[in-house]
Every structure is written in C-alpha cells, then in structure tokens.
C-alpha cells in the first residue's frame, strides 16, 4: 500500500498504483498455489495412516480433491495475467514445509498432532484467502472474486470439520491408548 499512501487525490499515479496491486495480487496467487501443493502433500500423508479414524480418513481425502481444484482455480485466474504452469512448478514455501513435516513426524499421538497442524494449516489458507480477495477486489478482478470465494468457503468448512472434531479425536485416541490398542493412527 506504499504507493497508495504516496498518492495524492486526483494525481497521475492511479495507474502505477493499480499495477503495483496487480503484482503483490499475482504473487499472492503463486503463493497460494505452492500452498494447496503443500496441502495436498500434507494430507496424502496422513490418509493412508488412519486405519482407526475412518472419519477423518474420509474428510481428509475429500478435501485433496477439493486443495486440487483449488489449485487449478488459482492456475486458470493466473492465466489471465499471463503466468504459465512452469513458473509455478518452482516454487517453496519454507514456512509451509515446515508445517508439513511436522504432521509427517511419526509419534505415538500422530492423530493428535496432526490435528494441530492440519488445523493451524486451514487457517493459514483461510487468511490468505481472504488477503487474495481484498487485492482481487482491489484490481477489479471479477472471475478472482468468484473464484476464490469459492475456495475460501471450502476452507473454513474444513477447518470447522477440523475443529469440531478435535474433542471426539481426543477421546477417542485417549480411549484406545488406555486399552493398550494402537491409538495414534
Ligand atoms: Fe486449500
């Protein structure tokens, strides 16, 4: 917002501000983008490590296909400003790697843990989300507007799915670790 707060009522810099919206906007959507590729990875992970937690289990794996929409809304509104897939392929997210290894460490509590970082994850997705829609809405792109409404309400579906099902994943690893069954998976 730098050039913003720089500009002055009626000047000439209207154009050079939008432009600058416009590229903090197509960088918000490239993050995004290597985010839901992190999101994908996270939950393929766990899925295949919830013998116990059917449920879960299911949630999880519908919402891989929904972070693959997501990411192929995200590639189609980039289309639009020129980005091609190649560019995308490149790129990482430390802060996210960070996040997913966490839910990729094994211990004996995984299903609990994973919550944690499953939930602290839809909540990063929910705030950029909801950033790429100000700057979408800043530009005047009306198909960003749509689309990413769209996948903003998928997020915080999982996340409310996620947060009501902490207190029943709890008990339920607390009730199969006190009878000496395999409880974290
Ligand atoms: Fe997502």
Do not use: C
Not at 32 to 47: N, S, T
Not at 151 to 159: G, P, T, V
Not at 176 to 181: L, N, T
């Amino acid at each position: 917002m730098r050039a913003a707060a720089r500009q002055q009522p009626g000047s000439r810099n209207v154009s050079e501000t939008t432009r600058h919206a416009q590229e903090i906007y197509v960088s918000g959507l490239r993050n995004q983008h290597a985010v839901e590729k992190q999101a994908v990875q996270l939950l393929e992970r766990q899925v295949g490590r919830l013998e116990n937690y059917p449920e879960m289990e299911a949630r999880l794996r519908e919402h891989i296909g929904e972070s693959e929409q997501q990411a192929k809304r995200i590639e189609q509104l980039l289309e639009a400003f020129g980005s091609t897939n190649s560019t995308l392929k490149d790129m990482g997210l430390q802060f996210m790697g960070n996040m997913a290894a966490l839910a990729h460490a094994p211990a004996p509590d995984e299903v609990v843990k994973n919550t944690f970082a499953n939930f602290a994850f839809e909540h990063f997705e929910i705030a950029s989300y909801r950033s790429l829609l100000v700057l979408a809405e800043t530009v005047g792109h009306q198909d960003g507007l749509g689309l990413l409404r769209q996948s903003l309400q998928e997020e915080e579906a999982m996340a409310r799915w996620i947060d009501e099902h902490l207190r029943p994943t709890t008990l339920r690893y607390l009730e199969r670790s006190a009878s000496g069954q395999t409880a974290g998976r």
